[in-house]
T-cell receptor, first 117, second 115 residues
Framework: AQKVTQAQTEISVVEKEDVTLDCVYE???????LFWYKQPPSGELVFLIR??????QNEISGRYSWNFQKSTSSFNFTITASQVVDSAVYFC??????????????FGAGTQVVVTP | DADVTQTPRNRITKTGKRIMLECSQT?????MYWYRQDPGLGLQLIYY???????NKGEISDGYSVSRQAQAKFSLSLESAIPNQTALYFC??????????????FGPGTRLTVL
């Protein structure tokens, strides 16, 4: 069963618009970690953020912000004032703390963001 | 220089051929991973290794094997390649400092095409 759902396959915006990427996860564990990665057209995967299940504070890093809500099992990602360089596929991922899940980073299918000038 | 390198970056091969993909890292991490990426499916874990003597199967290990030659090297082999193994393959590493949930850092990927 899919544990991480990224319902948006593709989002197209015009430069300077804000864009929010949804991520909904499923786990029975109380301790888990959530991640976001960026995959630009060049293909590499770039780590953006790691957040544990006990820290529900929103986080901001430059134009990037993350909204973690345990009540809705969501970890959404917003790019403010988007730029063409933000065009990429963005992946949300889940890692569960229990021993039999160690190392098993479970990815969503990804959301393609297209930013046009 | 990149912390995680993969060779080759691109490979085209024929059905039935044996292929080896190599991964090296200079991050000093104990843990290494192999994933494959297919369009629309995210990444799926093939194998992972928490140290040189520890190898574990991931979600989709059938048709693949691995070798952890050293702390810094982890190779993935396709003993007899088939077309549905055409994909983008990623190697990743992690420090192993946070149980099983530490951040994984990815190499640049190897694009494999099996004809």
């Amino acid at each position: 069963a899919q544990k991480v759902t990224q319902a948006q396959t593709e989002i197209s915006v015009v430069e300077k618009e804000d864009v929010t990427l949804d991520c909904v996860y499923e786990t029975r564990d109380t301790t888990y970690y959530l991640f976001w990665y960026k995959q630009p057209p060049s293909g590499e995967l770039v780590f953006l953020i790691r957040r544990n299940s006990f820290d529900e504070q929103n986080e901001i890093s430059g134009r990037y912000s993350w909204n973690f809500q345990k009540s809705t099992s969501s970890f959404n990602f917003t790019i403010t004032a988007s730029q063409v360089v933000d065009s990429a596929v963005y992946f949300c991922a889940l890692s569960e703390e229990r021993t039999d899940s160690w190392g098993k980073l479970q990815f969503g299918a990804g959301t393609q963001v297209v930013v046009t000038p | 220089d990149a912390d995680v390198t993969q060779t080759p970056r691109n490979r085209i091969t024929k059905t039935g051929k044996r292929i080896m993909l190599e991964c090296s890292q200079t991050k000093g991490h104990d843990r290494m991973y192999w994933y494959r990426q297919d369009p629309g499916l995210g990444l799926q874990l093939i194998y992972y290794s928490f140290d040189v003597k520890d190898i574990n199967k991931g979600e989709i290990s059938d048709g693949y094997s691995v070798s952890r030659q050293a702390q810094a090297k982890f190779s993935l082999s396709l003993e007899s390649a088939i077309p549905n193994q055409t994909a983008l393959y990623f190697c990743a590493t992690s420090a192993g400092l946070a149980g099983g949930t530490d951040t994984q850092y990815f190499g640049p990927g190897t694009r494999l095409t099996v004809l």
